[in-house]
């Protein structure tokens, strides 16, 4: 595969980036974890939008399915886990102006979730930690809150609580399933499968996978033997990236990233160019982006560039031509690289 990349802002401790479509149009939605805006940039004409000039502290953009490009977006958790007044609130641009109301006050959600089930919406909010302090408390572990929302995403009005004790909870990813959406958490206790329930009076379906201190995982069949591998950043905001196989029920190392890192955060798992591959980046030490391939000698990693810094990463496309959208938080930047596949040498 090719990278080619693109710079796309300038934008200070750049954290949370998505796609979404708008009037027909893609465009690129980026915010930062620290005081400070979120742009949105048409994929067409590069045009850059202010969405808000403060107050910042995004850790999550979830666009809205069905609407012209309204998106949730977290506000107010800041750096240095300062998150007691963290809110969701629900963006919308209206007559060419972008604008935004309080959807939900939520404290310390790190990331949260639109999940779909049986023609029904559930909202899923992964909380940090559950103190009432003005920064977190990892001795008053994280939970997991839900709730079935309406077609209009109206907020509810009540959440529950489905899980507890799950102390620094801050990995999040979605997959797709063929009739459904579900998910993956990581926390200090380990890493869990997540789905909505079949109906919403019946309780959401909770699986323990690992039992190791996990930051963040990705989950992808990288061996194309129909079963999906695990890709574990460890321990909270760790030093290494392992991804781990299921061999008769249980799930074991297979493969660890070989030369040094630090401070693991960016981590994606999927089909990129028409191949299952792993990415992920770190935000200290070389500040790589790197990607994981499957060979006939197992996993390979292969380094997309150093000295950025990746926070999180988006990944989107027909599948020959595909894109990364990238927040490089540690060189204040958005990039977008764009990903083809090789032509053979003849």
């Not at 802002?9 to 690129?28: E, I, T, W």
Request: proline residues 7%; contains cysteine.
């Amino acid at each position: 595969m090719k990278f080619q990349k693109q710079h796309l802002c300038q934008l200070p401790c750049c954290y949370a980036v998505s796609p979404l479509m708008q009037d027909g149009r893609l465009k690129y939605v980026l915010a930062t974890d620290d005081i400070g805006p979120c742009y949105c940039i048409d994929a067409q004409s590069m045009e850059c939008e202010t969405v808000w000039q403060e107050p910042g502290g995004t850790m999550s953009i979830v666009p809205l399915p069905g609407t012209n490009g309204d998106f949730l977006a977290t506000q107010l958790f800041l750096p240095n886990f300062s998150a007691l007044h963290a809110k969701i609130m629900r963006v919308m641009r209206i007559n060419g102006q972008w604008q935004q109301q309080l959807w939900m006050q939520l404290p310390y959600v790190h990331r949260f979730d639109i999940l779909q089930r049986g023609g029904q919406n559930y909202f899923l909010g992964c909380i940090l930690s559950t103190t009432d302090q003005e920064q977190a408390d990892w001795s008053k572990p994280g939970i997991l809150v839900a709730a079935p929302i309406d077609a209009d995403f109206t907020p509810p009005a009540q959440l529950e609580t489905i899980a507890v004790g799950m102390s620094r909870n801050h990995g999040y990813f979605r997959v797709e399933r063929d009739d459904y959406s579900m998910c993956y958490t990581a926390c200090d206790q380990g890493v869990f499968q997540i789905a909505p329930p079949p109906h919403p009076d019946l309780p959401w379906e909770i699986k323990t996978l690992l039992d190791i201190p996990a930051s963040d995982v990705a989950v992808c069949d990288l061996d194309n033997d129909g079963e999906e591998e695990l890709a574990v950043i460890q321990p909270f905001h760790g030093n290494e990236f392992v991804i781990y196989k299921k061999y008769d029920g249980h799930y074991q190392e297979i493969y660890r990233y070989p030369t040094p890192v630090d401070f693991l955060h960016a981590i994606w798992g999927g089909t990129l160019c028409g191949e299952n591959v792993f990415l992920a980046g770190c935000r200290a030490l070389d500040k790589e982006l790197f990607l994981i391939r499957w060979t006939s000698n197992g996993p390979k990693e292969e380094v997309i560039e150093r000295g950025f810094g990746p926070s999180n990463v988006a990944v989107f496309g027909d599948g020959e031509t595909d894109y990364v959208l990238t927040a490089n938080r540690q060189k204040d930047e958005g990039a977008l690289f764009t990903v083809r596949k090789e032509e053979p040498i003849l």
